[in-house]
Nanobody, 115 residues
Framework: QVQLVESGGGLVQAGGSLRLSCAAS????????MSWYRQAPGKQRELVAS???????NYADSVKGRFTISRDNAKKMVYLQMNSLKPEDTAVYYC?????????WGQGTQVTVSS
């Protein structure tokens, strides 16, 4: 069973930066697609960014040019560097691991951007 633990959320002013981290357990990390999702109050959970095992990345249009996803397979970590944050980025951010036979979610970390 894979466990994911996020960290790095917090309160930041608009225009500021945060770096989210996700630590994974289990042996399949290096072959899994890792993603960050977010869910704002009253809204559906949405994909923010993803990165494949060979570091191919994909971003939601709303965060392109501001957010960067990266991974360290040796440390079983995935990161989300968030720059130029906006109030509309306020949400709970979730780490997701997906492979051919398993999908796992973290517990989420709150990001709040004040105007």
């Amino acid at each position: 069973q894979v466990q994911l633990v996020e960290s790095g959320g917090g309160l930041v002013q608009a225009g500021g930066s945060l770096r989210l981290s996700c630590a994974a357990s289990g042996g399949i990390f290096s072959i899994a697609v890792m993603s960050w999702y977010r869910q704002a109050p009253g809204k559906q959970r949405e994909l923010v960014a993803s990165i494949t095992s060979i570091a191919i990345t994909n971003y939601a249009d709303s965060v392109k040019g501001r957010f960067t996803i990266s991974r360290d397979n040796a440390k079983k970590m995935v990161y989300l560097q968030m720059n130029s944050l906006k109030p509309e980025d306020t949400a709970v951010y979730y780490c997701n691991l997906k492979s051919s036979w398993v999908e796992s979610w973290g517990q989420g970390t709150q990001v709040t951007v004040s105007s």
